[in-house]
């Protein structure tokens, strides 16, 4: 009996075992007639097979066997049943397991083409690996970003793309989730950028967010909803950071007095995840650094003091710094930069501020509060002392927007005429409007842009790179 086995599994401890184990021929070589070095990958670990060479089926078999590992195409599918041995020089490459199988029994359960249009180990490689490569006149292959894309389920086989969907996962576990509806009537964060479908004769649209829903859940009773699930934007923007399906972290939340109590949320949420990443993802991390070589994120939280007055208890809660969006205006005039009074900042000024704030408080990682209202959705809660202001809040990573944020207007009439000023047909979110008119509690939440936080934690530089199968304005394949 050989026992099933994953290759990440297979160390000196298992020495000796009959394991069986199914990967992709990741490389292949043929030593004489009678051996052949078969390389085994599952998902980013590797293990070296010995086929042949006495190791298999015995006698005369071996030529047999040895010649059918070596014509093996890369990437088929293969099963190998054999033995774990201690190899006699120690494994090459940083993913390759310890120890080697001395195989008994090889199939081919999926045999790949010969001519693959692009390869794993070219895939794989680094910017600067091919550019050394290069200097020194040897001939490697560079395989774009394009190309990637094309072919990207070989791509996805790479350690770095390995390594980046295991933290998107470890993202997404963090947070519990149910579901809002991804078919519905109109949209929900304004105008344009709405992918229009036909519902049964009734004009509809995929959700740009489960922005209205999520507050109806609020009205629905529940305190606290999350929501991880796909977002949709028909918006025309060919950059690195736009994507037109992507996944979005959502939360709502009832609050009581403040809509800083959203911005704790944020605050224990991304304290939490980056610590568990930089805990539990440090092999993943090292992987994507060896391709996609990047700074790690420095994060310097604010402590502050928390006095538990019942119990005379002092701790200090990490906090996000925390700085308000006329001080961001401030900091950015001072250092010369334009921006208009009271208006958006675009990807530049977001940028340098970023710079601007890293170089001040040496963190990657900070929120900008209390913008004007008017560049806000127009179901956001503006300031009680300022009604210029608003109650909402941006969360940036090296200069660039991972969340949004804000307390939400649930005064039904107040609503209706933020929306008309917006130039929004409130007869198209009636539903939502009336969904105040039964008692609503006062509430807020954000949307954060799941591959953005990938991009970014791990400074990818492409938000393509941080998509299984990536959805922008020209690519709706594969
Ligand atoms: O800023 P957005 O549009 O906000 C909302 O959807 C609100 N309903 C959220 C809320 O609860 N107030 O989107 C939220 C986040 C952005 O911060 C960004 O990280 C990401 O979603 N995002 C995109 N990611 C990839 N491609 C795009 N086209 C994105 N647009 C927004």
Known sequence: GYEWADVAALGRDVAGRAVRVRGAAHAVRAVGRRVAFLVLRQGSSTVQCVVGGGGGGGGGGDAGVARFAAGLSRESVVDVAGVVSLPREPARGTTQQEVEIQVKKLYCISKATPNLPISVDDAARSEEDVAKAKAAGEQLVHVGQDKRLDFRVIDLRTPANQAIFRVQCEIENVSLASTRPKLIGGSSEGGAAVFKLDYNGQPACLAQSPQLHKQMAICGGFERVFEVGPVFRAED????????????????????????EVCDVVDRLFVAMFDHLNKNCAKELEAMNRQYPFKPLSLHYQHFKFVQTNRL??????????????EGIRMLKEAGVHVEAMGDLNTEAKKKLGELVQAKYDTDFYMLCRYPSAVRPFYTMPCSDDPRYSNSFDVFVRGEEIISGAQRVHVPE??????????????SIAAYVDAFRYGAPPHGGFGVGLERVVMLFCGLGNIRKASLFPRDPRRLNP
């Not at 979005?248 to 939340?253: N, T, V």
């Not at 208890?313 to 700085?323: A, C, G, N, Q, V």
């Not at 107040?414 to 007869?427: C, F, H, P, T």
């Open 237 to 260: 923007s060919n950059t690195h950071r736009h994507l037109c399906e992507f996944v979005g972290l959502d939360m709502e939340m009832a609050i009581k007095d403040h809509y800083f």
């Open 313 to 326: 208890f002092i701790s200090y809660l990490p906090k996000t710094l925390h700085i308000e969006y006329d």
């Open 414 to 427: 107040v609503l209706s005429r933020q929306a008309e000023a917006r130039g929004i047909d409130v007869g």
